[in-house]
Each structure stands twice: as C-alpha cells, then as structure tokens.
C-alpha cells in the first residue's frame, strides 16, 4: 500500500520547500511504483475542497483542502508566512489532531510544529537566518542551528530552502533504503548526504556576520588565509580588543573565530584538491594548515573523507 505524503503550504510559502520534496518523491516512485501518493494540501477558505495557493514568487500550486489522515508523513513548508503565525492558526490546529507516523518540516516550517508543541523537549533545526527568533519563541526547544536536517523520534526537522532535498532523501532511504536515495540523488544531481554537518553559520560567516560588521575582515582572511591567523591578528584587523573581537564575531556569526578559520581554509583547500593538480601537501601549506595531516584530519571532520578522496571523486 502506497504511503500517504501530505505537503502541507500555505499563502507566500517558499516554493522549493515544496516542489523541491515533491521532485525527489515523485522519482523515488518511478524507480520503486506503488511506494508513495502525495498530497498537496492547504487551509483554503470554508467550503472549498481544491484551489490554488500562491508562493512568495507568485509561483501558485493547486493545493486539496486540509483532511484529517491518516497520513505515513507530513510536510510542512516554510517561507515569509510563517512570520504572521497568527493567520497559520488553522494549520497549527490541523496538526494537533492530524495522524501521521512522521511530521517533518522544511526551513522555517519548524515553527509550525513548534507551535503546535510538538517539538518540545526535542531537537530541530531551521533556516539559520531564523534561529535567535525561534529559541526565543520556543525555549523548549533544543534547537541546533548546524545542521542539514535533524530527526528526533518520528518528528523530523531540516534547514534552509534546499535542505528540504535533503530531507526526502533521508525521509526515502529510510522507507526503501539507501539504493534507491542514491539513484533519486543521481537523477537529481545532488549528493544523497551532503558532506559533514550543515554548517548553516557558514552562511553568516561569509556574509560577515548578521548585519555584515565583518565582512571586510572576511575578504581579508581569504586574502591572508596562508598565513597565521591567531585571533589577536585578526582583532587588530578589526581594531578591538581580542576579549571584545571574540565576544562579537560569536555573537555575529554563530561561530568563533577559530572555527572561521579553518572553515575558509577548507573552502580554500577544497577548492585546490578537487579543481587543481597541486601535490596535497602543497595544497595544505598555501591554505595556511601547513602540515598535510592537520588538513586530512579537519578534512575528515569537515567533509567525512581525505582530500585523496575527495580529488578523486571530483575526476570520477
């Protein structure tokens, strides 16, 4: 029997963080038929059974009205929307009472399973632009910003926009195993795991922070990042104090100073590994990690594989 996937939406929802799950279902059931009947589903006004639900780009879909289920799993997208979670009360209400082996959330979709209480006392994640305002908002809430997508029992979270690719693809291998995510990921043109964690605040970083504070500093750490850069270096560079330059960069990005670091050198790094011919220990010296096996070792932790690895999956 077919498993029911209800993609729930809503006025001004972002539109991948639909149609990007519906693709990778739509080609789970190609490869295995009879797996899944997906739904798309919306609060429409009282009496209507189907209409159209426009996106944040105008973009619409044809949505069904909300039904009770029983559903095998729900999606809930994000998008601006669920800024105004007031006008979503009917979804969050929907929630309470609907049955689903699994609910899941794309993005900012979390805050609706948040408000609904079902991620109290677990662990999510959401889009990173959105995190101070939802551990504000839901303190009940474990909730880790670094990461791709996150499962805690049968509730399942995942971050930005596209991570809700990532998502489906976790959500099918978990139903059908890892063959068949991989050939969805194939068909997709994506990697059935992302290398590492998220990383979401690398987004912040390269932005220089929430309001951009650092980001001249940013560009001057890529340009210098073969040398040392000890966090009193770069504190000079912003002209504070190392104790302040520390407390702001963290407060800015999410992530210490140290750790931006070595995220720019792996940027770097990678980079030369899978585009260029340079020998790796040379690699490792012009990113600034100078010993080839502190880089295999931040590799490993970064990306799950050696720069060997990663080289020779770029030339396969």
Same mark, same amino acid.
């Not at 997906?38 to 949505?63: D, I, K």
């Not at 799993?73 to 009917?90: A, M």
């Not at 996150?150 to 991570?163: C, E, L, M, P, Q």
């Not at 009193?232 to 002209?239: N, Q, S, V």
């Given at each position: 029997?077919?498993?029911?996937?209800?993609?729930?939406?809503?006025?001004?929802?972002?539109?991948?963080?639909?149609?990007?799950?519906?693709?990778?279902?739509?080609?789970?059931?190609?490869?295995?038929?009879?797996?899944?009947?997906?739904?798309?589903?919306?609060?429409?006004?009282?009496?209507?059974?189907?209409?159209?639900?426009?996106?944040?780009?105008?973009?619409?879909?044809?949505?069904?009205?909300?039904?009770?289920?029983?559903?095998?799993?729900?999606?809930?997208?994000?998008?601006?929307?669920?800024?105004?979670?007031?006008?979503?009360?009917?979804?969050?209400?929907?929630?309470?009472?609907?049955?689903?082996?699994?609910?899941?959330?794309?993005?900012?979709?979390?805050?609706?399973?948040?408000?609904?209480?079902?991620?109290?006392?677990?662990?999510?994640?959401?889009?990173?632009?959105?995190?101070?305002?939802?551990?504000?908002?839901?303190?009940?809430?474990?909730?880790?910003?670094?990461?791709?997508?996150?499962?805690?029992?049968?509730?399942?979270?995942?971050?930005?926009?596209?991570?809700?690719?990532?998502?489906?693809?976790?959500?099918?291998?978990?139903?059908?195993?890892?063959?068949?995510?991989?050939?969805?990921?194939?068909?997709?043109?994506?990697?059935?795991?992302?290398?590492?964690?998220?990383?979401?605040?690398?987004?912040?970083?390269?932005?220089?922070?929430?309001?951009?504070?650092?980001?001249?500093?940013?560009?001057?750490?890529?340009?210098?990042?073969?040398?040392?850069?000890?966090?009193?270096?770069?504190?000079?560079?912003?002209?504070?104090? =190392?104790?302040?330059?520390? %407390? @702001? $960069?963290?407060?800015?990005? !999410?992530?210490? +100073?140290?750790?931006?670091?070595?995220?720019? *050198?792996?940027?770097?790094?990678?980079?030369?590994?899978?585009?260029?011919?340079?020998?790796?220990?040379?690699?490792?010296?012009?990113?600034?990690?100078?010993? =080839?096996?502190?880089?295999? %070792? @931040? $590799?490993?932790?970064?990306? !799950?594989?050696? +720069?060997?690895?990663?080289?020779?999956?770029? *030339?396969?």
């Amino acid at each position: 029997m077919p498993r029911s996937l209800a993609v729930v939406i809503f006025p001004g929802f972002q539109l991948l963080d639909a149609a990007g799950p519906v693709a990778a279902f739509e080609i789970a059931e190609r490869y295995r038929p009879g797996s899944y009947a997906l739904t798309v589903m919306a609060p429409l006004a009282a009496g209507e059974t189907h209409g159209q639900v426009a996106s944040s780009s105008g973009v619409a879909f044809a949505a069904s009205a909300l039904s009770a289920g029983p559903f095998d799993t729900i999606v809930i997208s994000g998008g601006d929307g669920t800024r105004s979670l007031h006008e979503l009360g009917r979804i969050v209400a929907w929630l309470k009472g609907a049955k689903a082996r699994r609910r899941t959330s794309v993005c900012s979709g979390a805050y609706l399973l948040a408000e609904a209480g079902l991620l109290d006392g677990r662990r999510c994640t959401t889009h990173w632009s959105r995190t101070d305002d939802f551990a504000r908002r839901y303190p009940k809430v474990s909730l880790d910003a670094d990461r791709i997508f996150i499962r805690d029992g049968d509730v399942w979270t995942s971050a930005g926009i596209t991570a809700g690719i990532d998502l489906a693809l976790a959500l099918i291998e978990d139903d059908l195993g890892a063959d068949v995510a991989r050939r969805v990921a194939q068909q997709l043109v994506v990697h059935q795991r992302r290398p590492g964690g998220q990383s979401q605040f690398s987004a912040l970083v390269d932005l220089g922070g929430r309001s951009g504070r650092f980001s001249a500093l940013m560009d001057w750490m890529r340009v210098h990042i073969g040398e040392p850069l000890p966090v009193e270096r770069l504190a000079a560079e912003a002209a504070m104090s =190392p104790r302040n330059f520390a %407390r @702001a $960069f963290v407060a800015e990005t !999410g992530t210490t +100073p140290a750790k931006a670091v070595e995220r720019l *050198r792996l940027e770097a790094a990678r980079t030369a590994v899978e585009t260029g011919h340079a020998p790796i220990d040379r690699v490792a010296e012009s990113a600034g990690f100078g010993d =080839p096996e502190r880089m295999r %070792r @931040a $590799f490993l932790r970064a990306f !799950g594989q050696p +720069p060997q690895a990663l080289r020779r999956a770029a *030339r396969a």
